[in-house]
């Protein structure tokens, strides 16, 4: 049994009273960091800087040195399950990541197998196993994976920053072959979280990037679906402890009803969002992470703790809130912002836990 | 007074009676047909094209060539004012539009005037009486613009597709002079909407493209108030006809209650919104008008029309809905499948209607 000095953020990931409203951020071990860009260099590139269990570590622990963050989140590359199925995961110098082989043809969407997490995933686990040593159970560690939809628009578009043309022409033209790939991804996606909880990650959080950009009735048929399955097959406890769930869908704030249905304990929130409207029409069934936009961390102090005080006073009382980013914290943010925001979040929230 | 042969846009646009649902495609005269693409070759540059009332009007006709649309929208780039504004704006090879002199220092933001539209804006008004001219009264003329927002997001950025970290740190850090730019741009909207209703637009739409990105409380007060601002002071009536509005902000799904409020006639739905829920919740103030994924539009006659009907079912009987995409029509559509569009609301819609 693990005895963790700061457990806040799984209770309120549980919905169970704390002192304070705990807070991590979205991609808090990144290039806004300089010893992140520094890590990254000597890697080599940004693979490599994955796929090493020590670079991975280091860089997790970074912004924990820093900050007093609620949470260590896995850093690790959300493209890692359609890499260890064969697609040819390379990044091109200042674009993002591609596939050397996008699925297209039916025959190679056919042949698709889950990967076996243990066999060509291990760096992961075993960057979670040192994640896990190095914490020494200071705060918890967050586990995490693409949401078989968003893994799919990669495997399919062959990159990000599309228009969604050749994943969306399939949605509607062969449904059939897109369900087979979110299938086995969901498939793959289950296995991979659940090797993490077994390696130690203490929560783990879907990420649904892309989900937004599908009509609300796609959105359940081929993202929401396919969350539930994951959630369905999710280890719920560990070495005696329960393992919350989060699922994030970015530009899901329309959705929320049937996302807090699906299984998980707490909903990701993205900043379009009123929290307390969030709050009224989901909070007596899951918890709340977020939901400031990443752009107030552009402004002064002054702006950086009215922004977040209105969104606690927004949740208001009680528990079942995390702080968080409604997205990745831009590379562009100066690192005292991100001080400025922690510890404006840690010293207005008591107020509203007593 | 205008003696229009097909009303029905208008009177759908206005919550009157009508037989069937009117349809329009957002972007309809465009790079999916060839022959735009021989006009705007013949005009040697997409400025060009635009600026030019003979080709304008040429372009802003071929889909009512090839289809039985019930409007033509005005052919227009959405960034005439800025340019009027004399931000120098100019279309890189195979780049959307930039600016050369993006709007970033205090000094020249103070300095920025609204354009009179009868001079600065004349090509486009000459376009609008041209093509009022050759329609023939056979359907209405749509008149737009981009919202204060959205035209804001292009003159601060410099250019399109940005993460809007530019204008974001303006909102958080210098709302003052923010609200300057949005100011005077609201003003430049307002008159240069009034002029395209005097030279005969028949109904206006604001384009709020970008205002989807802000949070729910920056939303309020950076782009639906200067939307409500332009609104106040449009004209409702020209030659004895009403002029009926619509506002569109992609992703403002969320919002549609306060947008609802703003002074327009029907609310732009992009595809995330069940029109059903969206109808529920503001169709007893505002038309609607939307709402077909554009990649539906990739896919067989048979999923086309399947999809049509649903949201037509989904809105239900009676007036108040003009068929349209959630989003402008994709460059690689086929031209046959914008005509089973058309030709399936026309024909599944009339049992709503009786």
């Not at 209770?11 to 704390?18: C, D, I, S």
């Not at 960091?33 to 997790?60: H, I, M, Q, W």
């Not at 929560?203 to 369905?232: C, N, P």
């Amino acid at each position: 049994m693990t005895k963790l000095k700061n457990d806040t953020l799984l209770r309120a990931l549980l919905k169970q009273p704390t002192e304070y409203t705990p807070v991590w951020m979205m991609r808090q071990a990144g290039r806004y960091l300089p010893e992140y860009n520094k890590t990254r260099a000597r890697a080599g590139d940004f693979l490599s800087l994955c796929k090493n269990p020590d670079f991975a570590t280091e860089v997790t622990m970074q912004p924990l040195e820093r900050y007093s963050l609620d949470a260590a989140i896995l850093f690790s590359d959300i493209l890692t399950i359609p890499d260890a199925m064969g697609l040819g995961l390379y990044f091109a110098e200042g674009e993002g990541p591609k596939f050397e082989r996008p699925l297209r043809e039916e025959r190679e969407i056919r042949s698709l197998t889950a990967p076996d997490p243990a066999v060509h995933l291990k760096y992961v686990m075993d960057a979670v196993s040192q994640i896990r040593k190095t914490l020494d159970n200071q705060v918890p560690l967050i586990g995490f994976s693409g949401s078989p939809f968003t893994l799919a628009c990669y495997m399919i578009e062959g990159r990000g920053g599309t228009d969604f043309r050749q994943i969306k022409t399939m949605l509607y033209k062969r449904p059939d072959l897109l369900h087979h790939i979110l299938n086995i991804t969901a498939q793959s996606v289950t296995d991979y979280l659940n090797a993490q909880i077994e390696s130690g990650a203490q929560a783990v959080m879907i990420f649904d990037t892309w989900g937004g950009v599908l009509s609300h009735s796609a959105y359940q048929e081929f993202s929401l679906r396919y969350m539930k399955q994951i959630l369905t097959g999710l280890k719920r406890e560990h070495d005696g402890e329960r393992i919350p769930s989060v699922v994030f869908t970015k530009g899901g704030g329309l959705w929320l009803e049937s996302i807090a249905e699906s299984g998980c304990d707490a909903l990701g929130l993205d900043w379009t969002i009123n929290i307390a409207e969030a709050r009224n029409r989901v909070g007596h069934k899951v918890a709340l992470q977020g939901n400031l936009d990443p752009a107030v961390l552009f402004s002064t102090p002054e702006i950086i703790a009215t922004e977040v005080e209105k969104i606690l006073k927004d949740y208001g009382s009680g528990s079942g809130h995390v702080f968080n980013l409604g997205h990745g914290i831009s590379q562009f943010t100066p690192p005292e912002s991100a001080l400025t925001l922690i510890n404006a979040v840690h010293s207005l929230s008591k107020k509203y836990h007593s």
